[in-house]
């Protein structure tokens, strides 16, 4: 190859126009559209009329649950789950080293302190062989993420809880749909919190849920999420006040965000489907002409759900250019992978003093993560397997030319 048919080095690209993902997601249907029309017409756009909690109720029966619990965001989410058990200053949470920070960042809004435990190098999931060496007399609870394309083994999670009577909440932001031999996920811990922002498996640009088997913890959750009201309070009427060890917030979201779901879950199961076959496809695929490693499935996934698909280009033959450098010359052709986030403790926006979490032993495989992981998101995994080839080509055409993209 000469250096010109790098697209970075002035070469043509194989995509021409750019693929871009934020092109082919979130959907867009004509159910979708009617319905969103139709609720703007009735003017009944509240958190307080049928869709939130119809859809709510949807998505918990849909995920094992008995409760759903709507709300403005995953992060939230997250922060009243813990709440519903109490937890706050003087009080340890034990969370994966890499995530979203707002992982970590739920706990801290409480007052309580994130201990990052370090990741497997081949999931990219918690490591529960290194949980309980970081459990102290004040550790309350475990936040388990099933991250990308793969799941925590909350197998483990949950038998280490039951040892120290620690609640466990699901962080399943990147989750939708996935099974844990045939079980969903969600409803294996105490809470099960999942995300609707923009990008995630069903979207409605914000938005988030809780779900439980717990009667108890859904009515409180509900409470902190509505400013106090029961789950069957009508609007300006109040039965009875919240428990005084609840502090209640506006978190409620609005029916055009559950209207968008509501058109969103019926499709889930079918989309996961095919997700997995293409992962599976863009994985034998890549293993004939690179050393790319895949992340892997979750080890008892019947159903593996899929954020997005983690490539690791950690082999010593990538070594020598940076994880942005390949990301530059792979978007140059085209497709846009983006990067892993690293540890959350190095994250720039998680800005909280270093007295305020606790780092259990070194993480050096979140660490890593960042300089060697990047991921493609959801939306290319329902392409036929015609445009997968092409974006095998691209990271095929790439990685054949690291030593030129060093030299520039």
Not at 11 to 29: E, K, Q
Not at 85 to 95: A, H, L, M, Q, S
Not at 168 to 184: K, M, T, Y
Request: aromatic fraction near 10%.
């Amino acid at each position: 190859m000469s250096v010109a048919e790098l697209a970075k080095l002035g070469g043509p690209p194989v995509f021409d126009p750019p693929l871009y993902w934020s092109d082919l997601w979130p959907p867009v249907t004509d159910t979708g559209e009617a319905r969103l029309i139709a609720l703007y017409r009735s003017r009944r756009w509240t958190a307080f009329d049928a869709p939130e909690g119809r859809f709510a109720a949807a998505f918990a029966t849909h995920h094992d649950a008995a409760h759903g619990i709507f709300m403005m965001n995953g992060t939230v989410t997250l922060q009243c789950a813990l709440a519903a058990f109490g937890i706050g200053p003087g009080d340890e949470v034990i969370v994966p080293a890499l995530t979203w920070y707002a992982t970590a960042s739920a706990a801290r809004y409480l007052g309580a302190t994130p201990v990052f435990v370090d990741v497997e190098a081949d999931t990219l999931c918690l490591d529960t062989t290194l949980i309980e060496a970081a459990i102290t007399e004040r550790t309350r609870a475990i936040i388990p993420v099933h991250l990308y394309g793969s799941m925590a083994d909350i197998d483990a999670v949950l038998a280490i809880a039951q040892r120290h009577n620690l609640r466990v909440i699901e962080d399943c932001a990147h989750a939708h749909g996935g099974r844990w031999l045939g079980r969903a996920l969600g409803s294996f811990g105490d809470v099960g919190s999942f995300s609707f922002q923009q990008s995630k498996t069903m979207a409605s640009a914000e938005g988030g849920i809780c779900i439980t088997n717990d009667p108890g913890i859904a009515e409180r959750i509900f409470r902190l999420k509505h400013i106090g009201y029961a789950p069957a309070d009508v609007q300006r009427y109040v039965t009875d006040r919240p428990a005084t060890d609840l502090t209640c917030y506006p978190f409620r979201a609005t029916a055009f965000q559950a209207v968008l779901l509501e058109d969103q879950l019926p499709t889930l199961d079918a989309r996961l489907s095919r997700y997995g076959k293409s992962a599976r496809y863009l994985e034998e695929r890549l293993a004939l002409t690179t050393r790319v490693r895949i992340q892997k499935r979750g080890r008892l996934a019947t159903c593996q759900s899929y954020y997005g698909l983690a490539l690791m280009f950690d082999d010593p033959s990538y070594a020598c250019v940076s994880i942005d450098a390949l990301r530059d010359a792979i978007a140059a052709e085209g497709i846009l992978l983006m990067n892993c986030w690293g540890a959350v403790y190095d994250f720039p926006l998680f800005n909280f003093p270093r007295s305020t979490y606790r780092i259990s032993d070194r993480c050096p495989v979140a660490e890593s993560a960042g300089r060697q992981v990047l991921w493609l998101h959801h939306a290319y995994l329902g392409l036929d397997d015609a445009v997968l080839d092409r974006i095998v080509e691209v990271i095929d055409k790439v990685l054949g030319q690291v030593a030129r993209l060093k030299r520039t």
